[in-house]
Nanobody, 119 residues
Framework: EVQLVESGGGMVQPGGSLRLSCVTSGFTFSNYDMSWVRRAPGTGPEWVAVINPGGHSTYYSESVKGRFTISRDNAKNTLYLEMNDLKPEDTDVYLC????????????WGPGTQVTVSS
C-alpha cells in the first residue's frame, strides 16, 4: 500500500521558518519525482516545489523561489521542505505528492500538514 505522511506544520510568525517532512512507503521512492503542493483555495493546487529522483534537479514556483528548499533522503524514503521567511500568504495545507507538476500522480499523495503564518 502506497503511503505518504506529512509532518512539521504549525503556526509561526511572519519571517519564521518551518521544516516539513514526508515519510513514504509502499513504493520505490528513489525512482520518482516528488512534489510539495499546497491547496491554494479558490485558485486550485499550486506546485510549490519539485525534485527529481536523484535530488539534483529542482523546480520552485515563483511565489516561493529563494525562500523554500526541497530535498530528499532516498535512504530514508523521506521528502523535505525547508521553508524560510514565511509570509501570511504561505498559509495553507501542504501535501506531499508522488510525481511532478508536469506528470502528477493523483493516486499517491498524503493528507497534508497545516502551515499557518500569522502575527
Amino acid at each position: 500500500e502506497v503511503q505518504l505522511v506529512e509532518s512539521g506544520g504549525g503556526m509561526v510568525q511572519p519571517g519564521g521558518s518551518l521544516r516539513l517532512s514526508c515519510v513514504t512507503s509502499g513504493f520505490t521512492f528513489s525512482n520518482y519525482d516528488m512534489s510539495w503542493v499546497r491547496r491554494a483555495p479558490g485558485t486550485g493546487p499550486e506546485w510549490v516545489a519539485v525534485i527529481n529522483p536523484g535530488g539534483h534537479s529542482t523546480y520552485y514556483s515563483e511565489s516561493v523561489k529563494g525562500r523554500f528548499t526541497i530535498s530528499r533522503d532516498n535512504a530514508k524514503n523521506t521528502l523535505y521542505l525547508e521553508m524560510n521567511d514565511l509570509k501570511p500568504e504561505d498559509t495553507d495545507v501542504y501535501l506531499c505528492m508522488r510525481g511532478s507538476n508536469l506528470h502528477p500522480d493523483f493516486s499517491a499523495w498524503g493528507p497534508g500538514t497545516q502551515v499557518t503564518v500569522s502575527s
